[in-house]
């Protein structure tokens, strides 16, 4: 009897736990695109901040993956504390649609709906049909794993040894209501999943092995076990995160803290707006739902003296390490926000490096000798940011391709870390030609008026060039990838026609030879620069060939 009970609850919960881990992943798939756009809203409106939770939260089907993104986005400077305090008010709200599903009582179809949507999975070839049938599979799941719970607990009602241990945290009382909050806090916090700590809670209810009044008070304590996921993130993290961490716990520490003192109350003004006897489920939903809305409202006004507090009690360390991109490692909870991120990024490489071709063409359009002091520090300045921009895209890139995503985000990760690299590649080269112009100076040679026009002519098709492939990223446009593809063209002939000329002439030209091989190796780095462009105009005109 007691191994049939285990394995109907532990497979139920495994059922569960896989269909709530399957929806969620489906969803932040199929809502990507929304999620991106979603960012855009959050402004220091925090009204605007907590309905971008709600919503996020409702489409990904997990406050956990919203609270750790949230917390990675203000690690990242993409949030401001005050920002993400909305974010995560509002996921409060989001989450509790979880227990609307859950309520739902359908567990009976459960197993038809995973069914059919494996089969659809099976033996669909069309990648977003396979995403949604992936996500309604996780619903199927979801709904028989809690079926096979509650058949699996049934016995369990006839057992008293199990029903006096039930009736340890009876919340009859203050103290009854305070450890069976203690209890959901601390199931929900070894399993970090609040859906599954409810569902469970609405199971045991549904069974008659805990009062109403134990699963609200049971409900209560799972919110600040859920808070568990965001602190753990936080480790590690800047103290601008580990405070929007903090804030998640104190928010509902301090909501728990006002239910269970006034819980009579609370339960009375629940019944006013669901009545627990005609359905135990969605009164248990209800006081989810009811106990996260009341906390929002109460919190809501006090966001900023929150975020005051949390500034005075989180020090800022004074370490901080380098970064120069507003990527995280914790961002990858949502991989479509991390693909974006990324390639505004890489844009930003591109205009670093377009500052970079700007200094050197000033140069020649100028008639100096010599770049400044400054021009020449900049173009340092400029390479040594292009290693870490190279090394941070890189890094998230590999980790995004580590998770589960379809193959067209794989493709644009794949392009983002290939474009770093090679922006990367390209500043060597500036920094390169920056250090010959000036060893000429320093050496007291000029350049030729030939080569000075030869180098700037190259300068200039290759800032053309630089600009054409940006529009092209940007707008994922392939028709000027070819455009720049015969743009190269061309800058290779230029190279070669100024080689051939420098070669031919280079016996009745009255210059060094350091200043010969000096002016070869400019033009063979204008040719490296060239080639780098070049492979990645390749990565896009590979696609329309294939």
């Known amino acids: 009897m007691m191994l049939e009970i285990l394995m109907k609850v532990v497979g139920g919960l495994g059922l569960f736990l896989y269909g709530m881990d399957n929806m969620s992943s489906g969803m932040q798939k199929i809502a990507g695109k929304k999620l991106k756009k979603i960012l855009t809203v959050l402004t220091k409106n925090r009204i605007f901040a907590i309905m971008a939770g709600i919503f996020i939260t409702m489409l990904v089907q997990s406050s956990s993956v919203s609270t750790v993104m949230a917390v990675g986005f203000v690690n990242a400077s993409l949030l401001s504390l005050n920002q993400a305090l909305g974010l995560i008010l509002g996921a409060n709200i989001g989450t509790t649609v979880t227990g609307w599903l859950l309520a739902l009582n359908i567990g009976k179809f459960g197993l038809p709906i995973a069914g059919v949507a494996a089969i659809a999975y099976m033996f669909s070839k069309n990648e977003k049909t396979k995403v949604k049938a992936s996500t309604v599979l996780g619903l199927g799941l979801i709904f028989f794993g809690l ?63 805990i009062t109403y009044p134990t699963a609200v008070a049971l409900v209560l304590g799972e919110n600040v076990g859920t808070t568990i996921t965001a602190f753990l993130a936080s480790i590690g993290a800047n103290p601008n995160a580990k405070r929007a961490a903090y804030a998640h716990s104190i928010i509902n520490i301090v909501g728990v803290i006002w239910a269970i003192s006034i819980f009579p109350i609370y339960l009375k003004i629940l019944d006013i707006v669901a009545n627990p006897q005609e359905n135990l489920a969605f009164g248990i939903a209800t006081a989810h739902t009811m106990f996260n809305i009341i906390n929002v409202i109460l919190f809501t006004p006090f966001v900023g003296y929150l975020g005051k507090f949390l500034y005075k009690v989180v020090k800022d360390d004074g370490k901080g390490v380098e970064k120069v991109t507003q ?44 770049l400044s002091d400054d021009k020449l520090k900049r173009l340092y300045e400029i390479e040594e940011r292009m290693d870490l921009f190279q090394k941070e895209i890189t890094d998230i890139g590999y980790s995004i391709l580590s998770v589960d995503i379809s193959s067209e985000m794989k ?41 000075r026009v030869k180098l700037k002519t190259l300068n200039s098709h290759i800032v053309d060039l630089y600009e054409l492939i940006n529009v092209g990223f940007k707008n994922k446009d392939k028709t000027i990838f070819a455009i720049a593809n015969e743009k190269c063209s061309v800058i290779l002939e230029e190279y070669r026609a100024a080689k051939d000329l420098h070669l031919e002439k280079i016996s009745t030209l009255d210059i060094s030879v350091t200043q010969s091989i000096g002016y070869l190796d400019l033009l063979n780095y204008y040719r490296r620069l060239r080639d780098h462009i070049s492979n990645i105009i390749e990565l896009y005109l590979r696609e329309t060939n294939n």
Do not use: C, W
């Open 147 to 209: 079926e096979l719970m509650s058949t699996g607990l049934k016995p369990i009602r006839s057992m008293p040894e199990f029903v006096n241990l039930f009736s340890l945290f009876t919340a009859d009382s203050y103290f009854g209501a305070f450890k069976a909050a203690l209890v959901g806090a601390f199931i929900t916090a070894l399993v970090q999943s609040s859906a599954a700590t409810l569902g469970i809670t609405i199971t045991l209810a549904s069974q008659g092995l």
């Open 327 to 370: 990527l995280d490692k914790l961002m990858i909870q949502t991989p479509t926000v991390v693909i974006e991120q990324s390639k505004q990024e890489v844009i930003h490489m591109n205009g670093e490096i377009k500052e970079m071709l700007d200094i050197l063409l000033n140069f020649y359009l100028e008639g100096k000798e010599f």
């Open 411 to 451: 493709d644009d990760t794949r392009k983002n870390i290939e474009i770093s690299d090679e922006y990367e590649t390209i500043s060597d080269y500036g920094v390169r030609i920056g250090k010959i112009l000036n060893r000429f100076a320093e050496s007291e040679i000029k350049l030729t008026e030939v080569e």
